[in-house]
């Protein structure tokens, strides 16, 4: 049982420390650094287009201006309750070693969302 403790405690601290969630900052509204932050950490060079023709290589370029509205959308969107990012684009791709192709479990989805929403 301490041993438990222990271990639980380590994953506490470090969900703590690395994802800066919290009771009190949870419901804040997303800033301009968290955005541009974000969009930093993304790594893009094999990605494709999204279903609106966005390559992520854009977003890492862009201005002060462009982030901010994005800042202003993404809190817009948590006050109303409305999420404008709500098409994907869905493909099945066949399980390999299959017997059949008939049944849907044969299929894998692979759905593609906006980079932004």
Known sequence: ????KYYR??????LRDNLLVSEENVNEHISYEEIKSAICRQETTDKSVDPDGLHPCILKNLGPYALKTLSNLFNWSFDTGIWVWNKSNVCFIRKQGKATYIKPGSYRPLSMTSYIG
């Open 9 to 14: 405690n380590i994953k506490d601290d470090f």
């Open 1 to 4: 049982m301490e041993i438990e």
